[in-house]
């Protein structure tokens, strides 16, 4: 709008001058362009849409593929287990709740032979990585909650082994040995085997730390351990290596610090590549040779989902390569907008600004978010509020106000963004068996499907009114909160992807980076508000590395919300914002900016790809299955190579030794310099 405005009135200025006329006459040419643009503004002039760069696969076809990618990945890999410690036979509630494998059930003698015939089966099928995991113990639980689905998501080749079923004969079949367990003493017999395999070229990982103990120590020698203490206090990473991607752009501090390392001494010839940033540091991350072999230690024991990237950067560093599929895309949401005028406690507006709620949004905060968006190229997905009511039956009133959807809506969408629903109202869409604990006094549970129905149809008609040639394909549940019945109901609307949240918090509908079996495609927020804390950093920098992902939730009401920084003021708030989107760009300048939609689409290829692999002759074959046009991987090297040429595709170099890979058909051969 400024622009436009100003583009405007400068020519007519110039105009003005040369025919010499008065400043009043200025004034009222300047009064006429006013009315003009509103004009043109109110009767909804045609904004342009700027095409898609990636379009969705129909609906349909995608839950088929989905669908049949499932049943082919349920027999994949399974948990290699001898029942010894589980008398009962049913998995941790852990296991039930991340894997989708055939389990093979201890204590009967078909499960035996079973297990026989797939050990026997694997000796046959050399793999890539087994997982070694303690069943019972809090530690390895955590591990494989955090690993398992990293492995998956990263699609590689993988088993899963419990210590007591681990044996030395296992150890050829793999490349990679991941040992997440707290109790070494449970490997007492396959620990020599292990060292052997490792001097012989094997690659092993300690995935977190364990409990010392004297079989722990008895890998030292191939760790490069010297001394170990108690646990330790790690307040802050700092990366002695730009080894991944943003890492050394900073240290990055942890919130709620605890005693989650070994505080050890290691031998010169490990490689660190992450420390702790305290004054005595403790090496968090190390690759060490040992023989033929490589050793890789995670000594960082937080294992949740915003730390996720660090632990697979670890796993990168195993053996020689390691190579996995990523979304390469950056995502702008736009809570409530456009929506009517947010109520709240303006005060700091009036402090800051000395202006209506309404008058800040249209001359002063949208035209700083719009500025940011130029800079960096950002296509921003809007979400529209039709009415902030409390009516959740009977029927759902149009809106007739629509000068501020209107004006908002339009610029959104010239300026290449998207619009999509967050719903009639801000009432999340869940029915009366949804408890709100207490938390959320305000809203009202909605008495059937189908009054949620009605209402979700009356924003979709209300907004295809406004926005004709939008399609309303991207959908943000209000509070994040959604239940089963509210998400069954989108599908039957032109929603097809749900941008709920990637990190829980208590109630919030929480999601992973992937296509739902009904073809919905999932596209977590990572990030959001105007205050980005140590803990919204790591989560980035972690999301940058595992996924190649950014999504950032713009709220509008910051400045109305002290719990979100209204104190602060605009123009800090706004200062912290400049300085996360500085910081995306700065340290992956490479990232697709995309609207919600095209994001839907890059995760819509970056899961339905399988991905496999072949080494020979300092080349590296990749063939993909489900290969839809375009793929995006992240390739490092351990051995400082070089990446010489990509046949079918193209690449970038992100940090040293990582590469970022687009794949455009579906053999790719990387050619590497040694
Ligand atoms: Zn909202």
Same mark, same amino acid.
């Given at each position: ?27 009222? %040419? ?34 088929? @593929? ?50 026989? $015939? ?12 087994? @997982? ?11 591990? $494989? ?36 367990? /707290? ?14 395999? %490792? ?17 722990? $120590? ?73 023989? +033929? *072999? ?96 409390? $009516? ?25 963004? +998207? ?11 869940? @029915? ?113 590395? @595992? ?73 590296? /074959? ?27 595709? *193209? ?24």
């Amino acid at each position: 709008m400024k622009k436009l405005f100003g583009r405007e009135k400068k020519e007519k200025l110039k105009n003005a001058t040369h025919i010499n006329m008065g400043g009043v006459y200025v004034l009222g %040419v300047m009064y006429v362009i006013f009315m003009v643009v509103l004009i043109a503004v109110q009767a909804n002039v045609r904004y342009t849409i700027r095409a898609d760069r990636l379009t969705l696969l129909p609906r349909e076809e995608l839950a088929k @593929l989905k669908t049949e990618q499932l049943e082919r990945m349920g027999s994949s890999f399974q948990i290699i287990q001898n029942g010894q410690s589980e008398a009962d036979g049913t998995a941790s509630q852990t296991e039930q709740d991340t894997l989708q494998e055939q389990e093979i059930q201890p204590g009967t003698d078909e499960a035996a032979t079973q297990t026989e $015939q797939d050990i026997q089966q694997k000796q046959d099928v050399h793999k890539d990585t087994l @997982l070694v995991i303690e069943e019972g113990d809090a530690g390895s639980e955590k591990a $494989q909650k955090l690993y398992i689905p990293v492995f998956s998501q990263m699609k590689i080749d993988f088993d899963v082994c419990t210590a007591e079923a681990f044996e030395p004969e296992m150890i050829p079949e793999y490349d990679k040995i991941v040992l997440a367990i /707290t109790h070494y003493p449970l490997l007492a017999d396959t620990i020599a085997a292990l060292k052997v395999w %490792v001097k012989q070229g094997g690659s092993l990982m300690i995935a977190y730390p364990p409990e010392v103990s004297g079989s722990y $120590q008895t890998l030292y020698e191939i760790l490069g351990i010297k001394d170990s203490g108690d646990t330790t206090l790690v307040e802050g990473l700092h990366f002695d290596k730009n080894f991944m991607i943003g890492g050394t752009a900073k240290d990055y501090y942890i919130i709620d610090a605890y005693d989650c390392s070994l505080g050890l001494s290691i031998t010169d010839d490990c490689e660190v590549y992450i420390r702790s940033t305290d004054e005595y540091s403790v090496p968090l991350v190390w690759r060490r040779k040992a023989g +033929e *072999g490589t050793i890789v230690v995670d000594n960082f024991g937080i294992l949740e989902k915003a730390y996720r990237g660090i632990h697979c950067a670890a796993y990168s560093l195993m053996g020689d390569y390691c190579i996995y599929p990523v979304i390469n895309g950056a995502a702008f949401y736009i809570d409530d907008f456009p929506s009517p005028v947010p109520g709240g406690d303006g005060q700091y507006i009036t402090r800051d600004y000395n202006m209506s709620i309404s008058d800040f949004y249209s001359q002063v905060w949208w035209n700083d978010i719009y500025e940011l968006a130029k800079k960096h190229n950002i296509y921003y997905t809007g979400l529209v509020i039709e009415d902030y009511s409390n $009516q959740v039956s009977g029927e759902f009133v149009r809106n007739r106000e629509v000068r501020r959807f209107q004006y908002f809506g339009n610029m959104l969408l010239r300026s290449g963004g +998207e619009i999509g629903i967050h719903g009639y109202n801000h009432m999340p869409l869940v @029915l009366e068996n949804f408890d709100y604990k207490d938390q959320y006094d305000a809203y009202i549970q909605w008495p059937s499907v189908e009054d949620m129905r009605n209402a979700l149809d009356e924003v979709l008609d209300f907004t295809h009114d406004l926005f004709k040639d939008e399609e309303l394909l991207v959908y943000v549940p209000p509070s994040n909160v959604l239940s089963k019945e509210g998400r069954e109901l989108l599908n039957e609307t032109s929603i097809r992807s749900v941008a709920a949240v990637y990190l829980s918090t208590d109630m919030a509908f929480e999601q992973e980076f992937e296509v739902s079996e009904d073809g919905m495609i999932n596209c977590p927020r990572i990030t959001s508000g105007c205050v980005i804390d140590e803990y919204m950093e790591l989560a980035a920098l972690s999301e940058l590395n @595992l996924h190649f992902v950014n999504t950032h939730f713009v709220h509008p009401d910051d400045v109305l919300d002290e719990d979100r920084g209204a104190r602060l003021g605009w123009a800090k708030l706004y200062k912290n914002l400049c300085s996360y989107y500085d910081w995306l760009y700065k340290v992956s300048p490479k990232i697709r900016n995309m609207t919600g939609t095209e994001l839907a689409a890059a995760v819509e290829h970056y899961d339905l790809v399988e991905v496999n692999r072949s080494f020979a002759d300092d080349k590296l /074959t990749l063939k993909l299955d489900n290969f839809n046009g375009e793929n995006w991987m992240l390739f490092r090297m351990n051995n400082g190579e070089k990446l010489l040429r990509v046949r079918g595709g *193209g690449f970038d170099e992100v940090a040293d030794g990582l590469y970022l890979i687009r794949c455009l058909k579906d053999e790719v051969e990387l050619e590497i310099y040694k």
